[in-house]
């Protein structure tokens, strides 16, 4: 609640306050006159008592005794002496004695009360009071007393009873004195008090409140509270008011109220008032004009809004390092409710850490006096710190004293983000404009130099300070055309391009730098729109460009003079029409055409393809997937010649176009086709003879066949003779695979094996099956290599089928008989191993000395004419395995002769 509104709510009870009290001392007064009038009903039964006394007595009654049995200050007048009991000796502190007639006990009487109660003494006493009278009396001690005095008659005497109400007359007339004052205040308070019956009769009204309802106090008493409020209010007010009669609430109203011209807003707080009874009889009404009241806070809850809105967090701290107050945008950023900060530490909301190293000295700072702005990364979340542009400001009362620290704190991670990212980019500006192959110059609107790159300096042979010194039109540059001529310095790129504020391309130009060397530059300058800034200059090395370039034209120039000169014929063909675009004399002799005519021809007219073909084949040759071909071409007398066209894509300005150099081969083709039909001849000859020798061989092996089935010799010379047959069939088997194959220099060795085995297993027909495993994929050998190699492998063979498996059986452990024949070949060297799981070699058999003529023919095969390594293995049955070298021809595959 504004601070405002609490100043105005206590004065109002303040003075609601006051009023209830007076009102309650004027119950008090009522109530003290209905007790003086009990002292008198007393007074009436002491007389009463006393008469009875006296009757009974008959005229000499105890009256001391009875006086001292009354418990309040009594005396018994009786002429001009007067009895006192004890109390009235207590109550004055004087002896009976001393007050034995009534001229001393008038003597403890104080001021006017003596001179009123002599002139009763004094005066005939026709009339006796019959209701009490408030006198002061003095003690003897000196203090003055209040009592209650009341005379009863008792014949010609009189009874007088004292009361001590002191303590009571002296609250009645404080409260008197405070009713005064208060009514004081009531009239002269600035708020409008007035109070209603049940019936909301108006019973009083002070100065503010006539003034509240424009109309004067005097008039307003007596009237309705409803006559004087507005139409639309009454029932409402109405409600209000018996609500507080009937359950002693209280209430506030606030509302709006015509005066003259102007409208004003009254606030009028509602209190029931109770009777001597207890009884809820009346309302007292304290009211203001809450006016201004409400403008301020109307304004005040306006400056909430706004600071509510701030998108910056706004905090007041107090010089106890306590939040006071706090805005909604803090609340957002730290994530929590406003009781949970407002009166609690800075350093529990901050961190002890960040208080205490960050925040505590400069709020130390500002708590001296001293406006602070700094930024710093701040975590009050505790999700992700924030960077936070932080003001704080002293806070001053009234007095000038300051009481706190208002903090602002704007969150700028965005903008520190993008500085970040502006100081990384403005890095890489930096080191790109420093490490740009290209020389870059910048200057300002006034053409003088404010930035130039490493580059820059190195090109024109000054530092990057010097020329920060210099100006674009400064004579210390030396600037000329291509053809050495200064060039002045109002016709400079960089000048005209400031001048006339657009962008100067590619001007080729030259500068002497100091060490007196040229250095040729391309130019480009372009206006920076920036202000203050003026043209941005970029330059760079053209001197080898320039060499390259006289370079090419002189080679252009070799090139069209050996193109033009050369005696093999050149076109140069355009590749996507075809059109002949250049000839050389060559080209215009063999065709029969001038260079004018071919220029204006494509190559369509002079090749045989058809079109579509053409430009296929022109294609293959632009993207170099073929770059040589055999067409046949018409010259000019109708003629064709076959030619082979050599074409591959060359630059030709800004393009490609194909160069082709093209070869009369009509002749030549005529040769090659008489040596392929002599070529054919001599493959049929060979073949035929290779026919003629395997039918040869063949003829001896039957002759020997027949000699070993005539004859009557031992049966070692029958195993001899069908051993040479064997011989004779590898020899043949090789002569006939030649005539079969299309290759005539070279045989498939793998067949080769294959075939050799299944002839020598049908010889032999052992009585248990053996297994021939013969590999030799993909090699391929000459007839000088396959007829030893075949020999070999038939010796080998031939003794493992008659001493490997005596009996039919293999070594011990091996499962089966197995004879196992394989060929490998590795970058021309071969190896042939032949293999079985048989009993192995004699142990007393030495195969490098041994007599016996299939391993002698074995050992001269492998040195002559292989000229191989042969190795014997007998741990697991027998291997022999021979390597050699094969000639290149003999290790790849067979092709067939051109046709």
Request: hydrophobic fraction near 40%; glycine fraction near 6%.
């Amino acid at each position: 609640m504004p601070a405002e509104t609490l100043l105005v709510d206590s004065a109002l009870i303040r003075t609601a306050a006051g009023l209830l009290i007076g009102c309650l001392l004027l119950l008090a007064l009522f109530a003290q006159h209905w007790k003086l009038l009990a002292l008198g009903q007393r007074c009436a039964h002491l007389e009463a008592e006393l008469a009875a006394h006296q009757t009974h007595t008959r005229g000499d009654p105890d009256l001391q005794t009875l006086l001292d049995s009354l418990p309040i200050a009594a005396a018994y007048r009786k002429g001009d002496s007067l009895l006192v009991n004890r109390a009235a000796e207590q109550l004055t502190g004087y002896t009976r004695q001393a007050l034995a007639n009534p001229v001393a006990w008038f003597a403890t009487l104080h001021g006017r009360d003596r001179d009123r109660a002599r002139q009763y003494y004094e005066s005939d006493r026709q009339t006796v009071p019959t209701h009490p009278r408030i006198q002061s009396i003095i003690h003897r001690d000196g203090w003055v007393l209040w009592v209650e005095f009341a005379i009863a008659p008792c014949g010609s005497d009189e009874i007088w009873l004292l009361q001590d109400i002191t303590n009571h007359e002296q609250m009645r007339q404080a409260l008197c004195e405070s009713q005064e004052r208060y009514r004081a205040l009531a009239d002269a308070s600035l708020d409008s008090i007035f109070i209603l019956d049940q019936r909301g009769i108006l019973q009083y009204a002070n100065p503010a409140a006539a003034r509240a309802f424009g109309c004067e106090p005097q008039t307003l008493i007596g009237q309705s509270f409803y006559q004087v409020q507005p139409p639309e209010t009454v029932f409402r007010n109405l409600q209000i008011v018996q609500r507080l009669l009937d359950h002693g609430e209280t209430a506030t109203i606030e509302e709006p109220r015509r005066l003259g011209e102007t409208t004003h807003w009254y606030e009028t707080h509602l209190l029931p008032l109770c009777d001597e009874h207890g009884r809820r009889n009346r309302v007292m009404c304290v009211g203001r004009d809450i006016t201004t009241r409400r403008t301020l806070e109307q304004r005040l809850r306006q400056y909430q809004h706004i600071v509510a809105a701030l998108p910056d967090a706004v905090s007041l701290v107090d010089s106890e390092y306590r939040y006071r107050v706090v805005n909604d945008e803090y609340l957002r950023r730290t994530g929590k409710r406003r009781e949970q900060i407002e009166d609690q530490p800075v350093a529990e909301i901050m961190g002890t850490t960040t208080f205490a190293e960050v925040v505590k000295p400069q709020l130390d700072r500002c708590l001296g006096g001293e406006s602070i702005q700094y930024q710093a990364w701040f975590n009050l979340s505790g999700k992700d710190a924030r960077f936070l542009d932080v003001s704080y400001t002293p806070y001053r009362d009234e007095s000038g004293a300051i009481t706190g620290i208002l903090v602002s704190s704007r969150d700028i991670t965005p903008l520190k983000q993008l500085q970040e990212q502006a100081q990384v980019a403005l890095a890489k500006y930096q080191l790109l404009f420093d490490t740009f192959p290209l020389g870059v110059t910048v200057t300002d609107a006034d053409g003088r130099i404010l930035e130039t790159n490493q580059m820059a300096a190195h090109l024109l042979g000054l530092p990057a300070e010097t020329h920060r010194q210099l100006s674009i039109t400064d004579p210390a540059w030396h600037i000329v055309h291509l053809d050495g001529t200064p060039i002045p310095a109002t016709e400079r790129v960089s000048v005209r391009a400031l001048r006339e504020q657009r962008r100067i391309e590619n001007a080729e130009i030259g500068v002497i730098r100091p060490d007196g060397q040229t250095v040729w530059l391309s130019v480009t300058a372009a206006p920076l729109p920036l202000a203050g800034y003026g043209v941005v200059i970029t330059y760079h090395d053209i001197s080898d460009r320039l060499c390259t370039e006289q370079t090419l034209r002189e080679s252009e120039q070799r090139f069209q003079t050996l193109f033009a000169r050369h005696d093999a014929i050149m076109l140069l063909i355009a590749p996507d029409t075809g059109r002949i675009l250049n000839a050389n004399r060559a080209a215009e002799h063999f065709y029969g055409y001038d260079l004018a005519q071919l220029r204006r021809m494509n190559i369509a007219d002079l090749n045989t393809l058809p079109p579509d073909e053409l430009r296929r084949e022109r294609e293959r040759a632009l993207h170099e997937t073929c770059n040589s071909f055999i067409f046949s071409h018409r010259r000019a007398d109708g003629s064709l010649r076959t030619v082979e066209v050599h074409s591959s894509p060359i630059p030709f300005g800004d393009r490609k176009v194909l160069f082709s150099i093209i070869h009369d081969i009509t002749e030549r083709q005529q040769a090659e086709q008489a040596l392929r039909q002599s070529l054919r001849e001599k493959e049929i000859l060979l073949r035929e003879i290779h026919h003629r020798v395997k039918n040869n061989l063949a003829a001896i092996i039957g002759l020997v066949d027949l000699q070993r089935q005539a004859a009557t010799t031992p049966p070692e010379h029958q195993i001899l003779l069908a051993e040479l047959a064997n011989r004779f069939k590898s020899m043949a088997l090789v002569h006939d695979m030649l005539y079969r194959a299309e290759a005539l220099n070279r045989i498939d060795f793998h067949v080769y094996l294959q075939a050799l085995s299944d002839c020598l297993r049908a010889a032999f027909t052992p009585s248990e099956p053996i297994q021939v495993d013969t590999r030799a994929p993909g090699i391929w050998l000459t007839l000088d290599t396959a007829i030893p190699c075949g020999l070999i492998v038939n010796e080998l063979l031939v003794n493992a089928f008659k001493y490997a498996f005596p009996d039919g059986r293999p070594r011990a452990g091996a499962s089966g008989c197995l004879i196992s024949v394989t060929v490998t070949q590795n970058d021309g060297a071969c190896t042939l191993r032949v293999a079985d799981n048989g009993i192995g070699l004699p142990e007393n058999l030495d195969w490098t000395t041994t007599r016996t003529l299939g391993l002698r023919l074995v050992r001269m095969l492998s040195r002559q004419p292989l000229q191989g390594y042969l190795e014997v293995d007998c741990s697991t049955g027998t291997c022999f395995l021979l390597r050699f070298n094969v000639t290149a021809d003999a290790s790849t595959a067979a092709t067939a002769l051109p046709a």
